[in-house]
């Protein structure tokens, strides 16, 4: 392993965080809030480390993939810990453990958080822990790449470990070109809600906060009532966005070059819509007598928090944890499925689970007729067997992750009582980085209740899920840092 190298480029990612945390750091000082002196002290501990370990010269620039992946566990682990500094040197979040559990929250686009009164928090740093979605949202390390691409074509190491979904994709033969093709259609995108919102009436600090969140499909709010503090058209103008954000990106590229074939060609985006479609439809029925019987409302309810939670955004207009039970539950197994492959937002990926059903029918299919010949397809396309293997060893490894940290955050009943479903709930919502669960960390909740141990097996959660698994899991095998 190429470990000269990995310190190098992960000071390069370092680097660009100290630019962000500046760009927080002078909105503070415009805003008065009073946040300003910690940010900039975070700004220059993450500079002279980002500084130190571009210090660091590699023999070769030669990159391989388990040199891509290695890079892109160390740097979100060390992005969530300095980015946790302006938290903790501010005295806002006074235990370190809090600090880091909103930073990666924040960079993984979880939004869960561990704040009981956001809106007693000074704006410099509220803006910072949004900032911190929008970035996270498309990848550090691809924002990295967009800016200063030195790998050449090798970068498809780096994007295949950062990628989200069962394969990396080139919308161009140059990965670095892809990088910066990616980030515009996403900050052409952001800019676009940023001035409907508004338009809408929203001031520019409330309007900001919101696209970073939604673009990020992050879900941080500046208000503890998150977007129900806003109008109802508002409220569904966000839930849109969110809903834009879950699409994969490369159709956008696909629109912007007019190739409407191949848009229509992709089975996921369609199978995403359905999906959202079918969920709005059975919990608006579902909660329809809740709503005064007011069709109209429990409509724009359903579909605001389905879109919300597919796209692991985490935003709420309303309390559903006190919905009833089927809701509850399809928006659990919502929270599992995600939405499309190549998008800001976590969970398993329509196409995984696509590919998952498919396997499966051929399965029973076999048992029935043992020398027929079925081939998965997807688009017209047969999925390689190398695939399919990928996607069920991914799914299996996503359980079991799940269920692991299920039995340690239970641990936490020892000392306090939590309840299963607050347990289990706060386990997804952090693998498959939503935010909100049900219980005691339902929306109108928070993760502060939790002990040291359990925020931080949580905070690994996010991690793990933000990477899909492999990237940080591969951290901790003794044969992956062999030279």
Known sequence: MN???????????????SAMMMISFVLSLALHSGDHWPILLSAGITLAFGGGFRLIHPATDYLRARDGFAVVALTWVLVSIFGALPFFLSGVTPNFFDAVFEAASGFTTTGATIFIDVESVPKGLLFWRSFTHWAGGMGVLVLSLAIMPRMGSRTIHLMRAESTGPSAEKLVPRMGNTARILYRIYLVLSVIMFFVLLACGLNWFDAIVHTFGAAGTGGFSNYADSVGHFSAPVQTLIGVFCMIFGVNFAMYYALIRRDFKAIWKNGEWKLYFAIILVATGLIALNIFPQCGRNLSQAIRLAYFQVSSIITTTGYATA?????????????????????????????????????????????????????????????????????????????????FVILLSAVLVSIDSFVRDVSFESCLTAVVATVSN???????????????????????????????????????????SPDAWKK
């Open 434 to 476: 939503i935010g909100p669960g049900l219980g005691e960390v339902g929306p109108m909740g928070s993760f502060a209740h939790f002990t040291n141990f359990s925020k931080a097996v949580l905070t690994l959660d996010m991690l793990v899920g933000r990477l899909e698994l492999f990237p940080l899991l591969m951290l901790f």
């Open 3 to 17: 470990r000269r190298l990995i310190f190098n480029l992960t000071g390069a990612v370092l680097l660009v965080e």
């Open 319 to 399: 309390n559903f944890d006190l919905w009833p039970q089927l809701s509850r539950v399809i928006l659990v197994l919502l929270m599992l499925i995600g939405s499309c492959a190549g998008s800001t937002a976590g969970g398993l990926k329509v196409t995984r689970v696509e590919i998952l059903t498919k396997n499966m029918l051929r399965d029973i299919r076999r048992t029935v007729r043992p020398r027929s010949v079925n081939l998965i397809k997807l688009d017209g396309r047969t999925v390689e067997e190398e695939t399919v293997s990928g996607v069920m060893g991914f799914f299996y490894a996503y359980m």
